[in-house]
């Protein structure tokens, strides 16, 4: 199942204390993974920092753009279930500030969009 699968409300870091125990999808540049390599720092689209705690240890190079799709745990972490690395390329193509103020819109008007896709559609 991909992220866009999941149902999970796509959201920036000041979104994290209104779903706090629910999946969510975030996106941001990864930095600072730990020694044993089971948590990193995001920096969401709002320029917020959220610990990224993982089941197991990373099994490769985790930097750049990238998607967590997991439960909130504390407004300012989220245990991974799925992540997705976007290319160096796509990292330096990407607007973040047009994703922040699409998900602030996403926020404000959520009775005109879908927040995400069931696997029964």
Known sequence: ????????????????????GKKVVLLGNA??????????????????EVRVNLSEPLSEYVGGLIEVLGDVTSPKSIQCNHYILFSKEQTDSFDMDMYNSTMEV???????YRLGVTETE
Do not use: E, Y
């Open 106 to 112: 996403l926020s404000k008007f959520p009775q005109h």
């Open 1 to 20: 199942m991909s992220i866009s699968q999941t149902g999970a409300p796509r959201i920036n870091g000041s979104m994290l204390s209104k779903f706090q």
């Open 31 to 48: 930095r600072n993974v730990d020694s044993n390599g089971t948590s990193f720092m995001l920096q969401t689209c709002d320029n917020g």
